[in-house]
């Protein structure tokens, strides 16, 4: 069931969806998967409060270098232009 009937942004039809999220705290990323309500037409991402209590405890922990129960997934680079 969707926290919303409609897309608040466009009115498009809105179904809910597994998604992946991309998160950031300080130089640190995390990606998590995460059940979210998607419009159809613009496809904007609607979260319940559940999930974006997730996001925020997942940014403090990217945030503080508390990472110790996430799995590394790889590196990542910056290349200067």
Wanted: charged share 25%.
């Amino acid at each position: 069931m969707t926290l919303f009937p409609k897309c608040p942004m466009c009115g498009g039809e809105v179904v809910t969806k597994q998604t992946e999220r991309i998160l950031r705290g300080g130089v640190n990323l995390a990606t998590v998967t995460v059940t979210a309500d998607v419009c159809l037409r613009c496809g904007e991402r609607l979260y319940d409060p559940d999930t974006i209590r997730l996001f925020e405890q997942i940014r403090q922990k990217l945030n503080d270098q508390d990472v110790d129960e996430f799995e590394p997934l790889g590196r990542a680079f910056h290349v200067p232009a």
